[in-house]
């Protein structure tokens, strides 16, 4: 790997430092946490950081308070452009201990977010400041985002002011290569009845009762979709209910029941799909039981997503990944949601490869400092394979 032993020496205390200045910044998504801060604080130390380091920076704040960075390192032309993706929004700290005061601990960072992602955050903006060092033909863009815990309108953002010809979304993947995953819609479902006195059973119609026979139907067809022909990566796609709410008082017949579901969803699944098999869930309580009324709404999707194992971004990463880790990465696909179909769905071909660590959305989370000094050296080298040559 031409250049790149000199370009790594030495990194892991940057990363370190960096990882923790990151984590102790706090970054709740609001859209979680009424009282988290967002990314304003976090997105202007991003931008102060990369325009230090040489790149240009802009800022896309299609929200309020919900900033994300783009930091672009230019190169020289006729190369191919590559997008390194990390999110700067957090979950809420839950029952941590001083989560925005990291803690570094026998090679790993201590902390909400640490994980999930900013030690993939500062892997990434530590590989930009070390691309500096490569003759590169092709651009690298470095994308910090908002709100990929909730809406992605950070990723949106970003993707409406630039253009790449590939893409890595930093996600921990444990080294490993992550070509799939999966997408999710929530759906959902309100059955009426009639609020009478619990002593009137000729005037009241029960509709958390009649919500029973349409939870029956969501577990049959959990259990019919487990058992279905599953996705090489991904398994099959699952259903679940998540939230219910009916009722008023113990004395009255409930007047409305709702509950709220999961379907997690294959590539050539979408939330059309999942509606509709919920209205025929439904449409089969109303034969058993045709004063049954009921309607199901789609309140939110997002897109499966797959790249495949002959894409030029697979194989640059395949390849650089090879070269560092001294064997091929394992080739995986992921059951949650990222920020890859959103680039992948407007052409911008993406991966996912990321460090390793644990905790994410727990109590307890850390994330690898070797593990993101590997991936440093990962990054750049699919810089070099895809930004330095004529494209």
Known sequence: ??????????????????????????????????????ESKIAAFVAEWL???????QVAEPVPGRTSVIGVLAGSG?????????????????????????VVRNGRVYGRGAYDMKGSLAAIMIAAREARKLKLHGDVIVAAVADEEVASVGTAAVLERIEADAAIVTEPTEMRLCLAHKGFAWLEVETRGVAAHGSRPDLGIDAVAHMGRILTGVLELDQRLRAGRGHLLLGTGTLHASLIEGG????TYPARCVVKLERRT???????????????????ARAEDPA?????????????????????VTEAVEKAATEVLGREPEVIGVAYWMDMALSNAVGIPTVAFGP??????????WVDVASLQTCVQVYLRAIELLCGGPH
């Open 51 to 57: 325009g230090a380091e040489g790149l240009a920076v």
């Open 292 to 312: 049954l009324e009921a309607s199901a709404r789609l309140l939110l999707e997002r897109p499966p997503s797959q790249l495949g194992a002959d894409s030029f």
């Open 266 to 284: 294959l590539p050539g699944e979408d939330g059309a799909k999942a509606l509709q098999e919920i209205e025929d869930v439904i449409a089969s």
């Open 78 to 102: 006729g190369g191919a452009s590559l997008m390194l993706n990390a999110h700067m929004d957090t979950v809420g700290a839950g029952g941590m201990k001083d989560p925005f005061i990291p």
């Open 356 to 365: 390793s660590g644990e905790g994410a959305h727990a109590d307890v989370e």
């Open 1 to 38: 790997m031409p250049g790149l032993e000199s370009a790594v020496m030495g990194l892991t205390d940057d990363l370190q430092k960096l990882a923790c200045e990151l984590v102790a910044i706090e970054s709740v998504n609001p859209d979680l946490v009424a009282a988290g801060s967002g």
């Open 248 to 251: 008023q008082e113990l004395s």
